[in-house]
């Protein structure tokens, strides 16, 4: 399958003519090219978004709102092709495609459709002045979107909805690794109503393509999320052209697990909390705490439970857990095991490459349960964003949120307990964007979503986002 650029409308290849070839994770082959966009078809697209900005911020909140809904509908209505072409893309089981990716890529489009209808904005009387504040919330115009591979169409909508309802026009790259569904949304934006130019998708790698959305002068704000190596170096190429940033990058999220809690439902959305997707959820609960009169039971409990997850071929009905995204990736994740082992790490379950019959060439690996002697060590720290978790025990709630605030990064917790106190307490206090308690990935689109520390800046959701895609403008009226 090769794809193109989907600009002023129009499909189009790169002007380079340089292509990137597009591996299917599931068998390692490779079924499809996409562009390697240059600066010249970034400029294409910029001026495609520039041309339709005046039109499309004078565009009624109605009709953008229609425009919307109707984008929403249409992913609906194409379910099933958009979750095989994820699946396919990405290695992902076909069934969370079908169920998480493609249902809440559809209703970030419906939720924003309907978001746009009730921003408002702020009005200061000055009292004592004879004055009258109000604010302008005007739309940016042209903006840069950039997202990456582990929910591809999902996070891609999350910020492409948002900037258009709010009115501006959008540069938008997905990943190069995960390129499909994206492409396939240009046919669904043309369908829907979606004036040219509105939104253009350029494909490419990071360094050429992404590197030329950060770097133009005139787009002047870049939602980006992704590795927090790349969000640090955007910030540094956007920060002296003043643009606005919002960067949603990496995590290493406690799961702190308490004796009190409900414990079937806790063992249960565990297992879904280490494993959904590979492991490859940027909100995964990759280091698992323990109160120690549990923490055996536990880790028998456990064991068993993620023994009987299937790894399969991503496209059957029955597979829990797919391929990883790619083979570097696997790579990066086998590495990660061995210095476990090197750590004095204990390797529970797992920790195998898989070869599935037929698909000998796949990036299959085994949910990897390591049991670490100490918070202190590499696998315990760095972002690893595969099936590896890790687990040890804890005695008391001063040494476990000591340990989980103890990393660079802060996006998410999930905590386990009845005790209200305690839940107050420990949410105060744990050093994170968003704290699930006795749950864990349940979404609310109004409600802010980011990370604090090495997990990014901004937020994401709701009128946050409305608020980062257009600027407030105060105006002063004397009577
Ligand atoms: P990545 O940083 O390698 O790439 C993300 C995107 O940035 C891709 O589209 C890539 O092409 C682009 N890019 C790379 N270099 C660039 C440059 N110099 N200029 C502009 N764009 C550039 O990340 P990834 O490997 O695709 O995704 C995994 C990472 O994303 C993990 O760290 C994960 O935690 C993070 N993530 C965070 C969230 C969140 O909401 N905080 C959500 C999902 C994933």
Redesign the pocket.
């Known amino acids: 399958m090769n794809i193109q650029n989907y600009i002023n409308g129009k499909f189009t290849p790169p002007f380079s003519n340089e292509w990137i070839d597009n591996y299917c994770p599931a068998d390692g082959k490779v079924y499809g090219q996409i562009p390697n966009s240059s600066k010249a078809d970034v400029e294409n697209a910029y001026t495609a978004a520039k041309l339709a900005f005046p039109d499309w911020s004078k565009t009624t909140l109605e009709t953008r709102s229609r425009i919307l809904i109707k984008i929403s509908e249409l992913l609906e209505a194409n379910l099933q092709r958009f979750a095989e072409a994820e699946s396919k893309d990405n290695g992902k089981p076909i069934n969370l495609a079908k169920t998480v990716d493609i249902p809440r890529a559809a209703s970030n489009f419906r939720f924003f459709g309907n978001a746009i209808t009730q921003f408002a904005s702020e009005s200061h009387e000055s009292v004592g002045h004879n004055a009258i504040n109000y604010t302008l919330r005007q739309p940016i115009g042209v903006v840069g979107c ?6 591809p169409l999902y ?1 891609f909508t ?1 910020k492409i909805a948002p900037a258009i309802a709010a009115g501006n026009c959008v540069v938008a ?6 390129p499909i569904t994206a492409y396939l949304l240009g046919e669904i934006c043309t369908e829907a109503g979606l004036p040219n130019g509105v939104l253009n998708i350029v494909h ?4 050429t ?7 133009h002068p005139d787009i002047k704000a ?1 939602s ?8 640090a ?2 910030a540094k ?1 956007a920060a002296p052209m003043f643009k606005k940033l919002s ?5 290493k999220n406690p799961n702190i697990i308490f004796a009190d809690c409900d414990y079937n439902d806790m063992l249960e959305t565990t297992v879904r909390s280490s494993f959904a997707n590979q492991g ?4 995964c609960g990759s280091r698992i705490f323990v109160e120690a009169p549990i923490y055996e039971k536990f880790k028998t409990d456990f064991v068993e439970k993620v023994k009987q997850l299937k790894v399969g071929h991503p496209s059957k009905e029955d597979t829990n857990i797919g391929a990883l ?1 790619s083979k570097p ?1 696997l790579e990066k994740v086998m590495q990660y095991i061995n210095i476990a082992k090197q750590e004095n790490g204990t390797i529970l379950y797992g920790g195998h490459k898989i070869t599935i019959a037929d698909y000998e060439n796949g990036y299959y690996l085994e949910p990897t349960i390591i049991e670490v002697p100490t918070d202190e060590c590499r696998v315990n720290q760095e ?1 690893i ?1 595969g099936p590896v978790v890790t687990i040890m025990p804890f005695n008391t709630e001063a040494e476990v949120l000591q340990i989980a605030n103890k990393v660079k990064y802060g ?1 998410s917790a999930t905590l386990w307990t009845n005790d209200l106190k305690r839940t107050m307490r420990m949410s105060n206090k744990l050093q994170s964007g968003i704290v699930w308690v006795n749950t864990w990935m349940l979404r609310d689109l109004r409600t802010p ?3 604090v520390k090495d ?2 800046m901004g937020r ?1 959701g709701g009128f946050e986002a409305l608020r980062f895609f257009t600027e407030a403008k105060n105006v002063c009226i004397k009577y």
């Not at 790259?173 to 995960?178: A, F, G, Q, R």
């Not at 393509?209 to 770097?215: D, F, R």
């Not at 980006?224 to 969000?231: D, N």
């Open positions: 950039i997202s990456p591979w582990n929910l996070l999350w790259k997905p990943s190069e690794v995960t490419g790698l990071g360094t393509t992404g590197q030329a959305i950060v770097e870049i980006f999320t992704g590795g927090t190596a790349t969000g170096h955007i190429v960067l949603e990058l990496g995590g490859q959820i940027c909100l995204v990736h972002e964003f996006l979503f980011g990370g997990s990014g994401e």
